[in-house]
């Protein structure tokens, strides 16, 4: 199985402040990589498809990048609606593992 | 706008059967340009997807290692919906269960969750 792992677990920030998470695969997984956001109590939800590609109706605040093993997501301004946790996610071959998330504090 | 709709029991007891069903409102459980996944989370697990249920033609099903000697998921055409049957469950299955659907590498569509505890 590909193994994701985030990176931090946690993470404290200002509004306004640049945030940036990253992700490593276990092996190459090209840029079959998503990102989801999850607030409490709720179901994940997109935001990046495809290691750089934003889904549709998602702000431009929000950016993915790399290839390969080594992925990044970055909140450019962070607003108090993005506290929530966030998780990588491949797409590579089954099992579609997560990474093990990174919870987003104010 | 894609909607599903989860139902089930919320408690079963060890070493049962867990069953739980998701409707699909909005695009079809047989299309050829969606797929069907089940994903469990649990403190002690976090996000754990469990199997996905596609039609190209004809059906395709993969199952996560972890539970693949337990699970079985049907797609049910006459009714549009995805069920899936865990047997033989222990504590350790105790978990928020959702369907997510979307294309085969966005699950786009998500229900709401259901927490099943496997407790006697």
């Known amino acids: 199985d590909i193994q994701m792992t985030q990176s931090p677990s946690s993470l404290s920030a200002s509004v306004g402040d640049r945030v940036t998470i990253t992700c490593q695969a276990s092996?190459?997984?090209?840029?079959?990589l998503n990102w989801y956001q999850q607030k409490p109590g709720k179901a994940p939800n997109v935001l990046i498809y495809g290691a750089s590609n934003l889904e549709a109706g998602v702000p431009s605040r929000f950016s993915g990048g790399g290839f390969g093993t080594y992925f990044t997501f970055t909140i450019s301004s962070l607003q108090p609606e993005d506290i929530a946790t966030y998780y990588c996610q491949h797409y590579d071959s089954p099992p579609y593992t997560f990474g093990q998330g990174t919870k987003l504090e104010i | 706008q894609v909607q599903l709709q989860q139902s089930g029991p919320g408690l079963v007891k060890p070493s049962q059967t867990l069953s739980l069903t998701c409707a699909i409102f909005?695009?079809?459980?047989?299309?050829?340009?969606?797929?069907w996944n089940w994903i469990r989370q649990s403190p002690s697990r976090g996000l754990e997807w469990l199997a996905r249920?596609?039609?190209?033609?004809?059906?395709?099903?993969d199952y996560a290692v972890s539970v693949k000697s337990r699970m079985t998921i049907n797609p049910d055409t006459s009714k549009n919906q995805l069920s899936l049957h865990l047997n033989s469950v222990t504590p350790d299955d105790t978990a928020v269960y959702y369907c997510?659907?979307?294309?085969?590498?966005?699950?786009?569509?998500w229900g709401q969750g259901i927490l099943v505890t496997v407790s006697s």
């Open positions: 092996q190459d997984i090209t840029n079959y």
């Open positions: 249920a596609y039609y190209r033609s004809k059906w395709y099903i």
């Open positions: 997510a659907g979307g294309s085969k590498v966005i699950m786009a569509y």
């Open positions: 909005g695009d079809s459980v047989s299309s050829n340009s969606a797929a």
